[in-house]
């Protein structure tokens, strides 16, 4: 019984160090990267706001547009494991808003954001 206790303790530490570890791999603000294409028809990880708030609010919804756009981190949040990303010429997304989030591990791996290579 103590070694099946002291085995699950120790993947518990083991998978939460690694987590841990990933997450602050990631917090490094002014960071470039590149929207691609998502390969649904909308975008899973990085939150754009539903179409028919950017109209009511007097925006263009038109997500083809940012397609291969250059975003930058502006501030993450450890407690939501989110990043906030802006556009990198200074612009704003739909002309109405300046920061959208992402959970930037889970839309880099599904390929939706790529790391812009210096």
Known sequence: MKNLFFFTFSIIFFLSATAQSDLNTVQKTDDEYVLNKPSNQSYRYVQFPRPNFVIKRGGIANYRALVGVKL???????????????????????????????????????????????
């Open 72 to 118: 930058r981190i502006h501030s993450v949040d450890e407690s939501k494991e989110l990043v906030y990303l802006t556009r990198s010429d200074g612009k704003k997304f739909f002309n109405k808003y300046k920061l959208v989030s992402a959970d930037l591990n889970k839309a880099v791996n599904s390929g939706e954001l790529s790391k812009v290579k210096p």
